[in-house]
């Protein structure tokens, strides 16, 4: 499919793919194909760690995930765009979406590599802290990895602007925490993806007490046994 045939294409030219993102190349069928691709793999992922619980946390996983990530992308983007355009950027709303989509389409590209493996430990290991703080690390591991290549890709447009001083750069590292946090915090709202041992199936938890880092830590304590 043209879709992943585009997403290919970034894994191993992205030299190439993010010059074509600074001349303004086609983006919008690149952007098009990069969500259908990342969609798919957030889908087949969600699937797998829904699938922990029942067959209907599995379909609202298959959805969440997908969503939880581009809805991320859609709150955080137009902070960067208007900061950073108030800084001297000449990049405009297409080109940081697009630079956005590389970054989301590479980690639903690690996180269906590692989809062996989270099924194997589902069905080797029945327990489901281990399965949470798992998949985790994961998403902690393919999150960072995305978020570095997204930050390499816009320093290396910023300084084919020739205007790429310390102050953006600052915004940008600063931003970057942001959409992490932002992702994190949105994901507790989405919840649950797993689905807890004993309870039943919700589509979203009634109450959204509490945070994301809490339930980590809640988890950590019972695998150690405190």
Known sequence: MKQFAVLIRLLRDRKTFLEEIHK?????????????????????????????????????????????????????????YFFDILFGSQLN???????????????????????????????????????????????ALTGAVGIRMFYQGMRSIVGKEAAGDKLRNRLLKGWLVLYGLVGCQLGWTLRPFFGA??????IFRPEIDGNFYAQVFRSIRTILGF
């Open 93 to 139: 709303f297409r080109q940081y979406s697009a630079m956005l989509m590389t970054a989301v389409s590479v980690i639903s590209v690690l996180m269906f590599s590692f989809a062996p493996i989270v099924l194997f430990f589902l069905i080797s290991i029945q327990d489901y802290n281990f399965f949470l703080l798992l998949n985790v690390a994961v998403m």
């Open 197 to 202: 041992p004993g309870e039943p199936f919700q």
């Open 24 to 80: 303004d190349i086609r983006l919008q069928s690149k952007i098009l194909s990069l969500l259908v691709a990342s969609c798919l793999f957030f889908a087949v992922y969600g699937a797998i760690i829904g699938s922990s619980s029942s067959w209907l946390q599995m379909i609202s996983s298959a959805i969440k995930l997908p969503a939880l990530y581009l809805v991320t992308l859609i709150i955080c983007l137009p902070t960067l």
